[in-house]
């Protein structure tokens, strides 16, 4: 089975809907059944070849129609309050939910940090608990968030975000001379309309990267991906004032010679 998103499915109800075909309309130019085809949105079990004859049948390109569902249906997760609490203050537990949000599996979790069998257990029933997924038998379970696990700065999960981010800063940093890693810093003055400018090179290129991953993920094999994460900084920023700067070395040194002399001199008073 070759799943397809949810956003995917939504997508092309929709464009079917405008369009005022339907899923025996489908079906007979695919020569299935209407049955079949319910299944198919249903189940999202559709390899890219059929997808594409639908989108074909729709009378829509399969890039306008991954395009649109990025735009339209690609939500941030919307947790609940209780829920960003207790993500904030259990941090091994946003780390895990992270990873299944992104598609590892309770297995693979358990042999890269070498979990025993109870501990992976117990990751699972909290998670339970706080309703970010239904655990079933034999650590089988279903994601109750829908979307990309992106959470919002200056929430309870501020100080994680900088933290991970930090992390991955730092990565890339040590890894800089990789061919899997870029990394580019310097500090110049420039026009605000310049500034401008590189702010709305700036959004091209994230929708751009966005819109090529979003693609790759819906119509790809999970095995044939790498595992990409994309952070960009760019901001007015004065840093004289903002980096820290102390009195000269010399200069401490005389004042605190000074200081040690007043005490000597107030000492004979």
Known sequence: MQTIG???VD???????????????????????EKTI?????????????????CEIIGLSIYDLLD?????????VKLEEYQELFLKNNRLHFYFLFFL????TPAQIQKEYKLSDLSLFKYLRDLDRQQFIELGEYNRYRLLIEGKLLMRLHGPLHDTLK?????????????NKSSRSAFDSSFRYMTVENMQEMMRDYDSITQKYRK??????????????IPVKWSTLIAHFDICGVWP????????LSNNVVDHLGRLKGSRM
């Open 6 to 8: 949810v956003e995917i």
């Open 11 to 33: 997508a092309l109800k929709i464009a079917m809907k405008s369009r005022g075909v339907t899923y025996k309309h489908v079906a007979e130019k695919l020569g299935v059944s």
């Open 38 to 54: 319910k299944r198919l949105f249903k189940d999202k079990d559709c390899h890219l070849s059929r997808l594409n004859e639908i």
């Open 68 to 76: 649109f569902a990025r735009r339209h249906t690609e939500p941030r």
């Open 101 to 104: 949000s992104v598609g590892y």
């Open 163 to 175: 933290d991970v981010n930090e992390m991955f800063l730092r990565h890339v940093l040590d890894h």
């Open 212 to 225: 090529i991953a979003h693609q790759d993920e819906a119509v790809m094999p999970r095995e044939q991906l």
């Open 245 to 252: 700067l102390k009195e000269h070395p010399e200069e401490q």
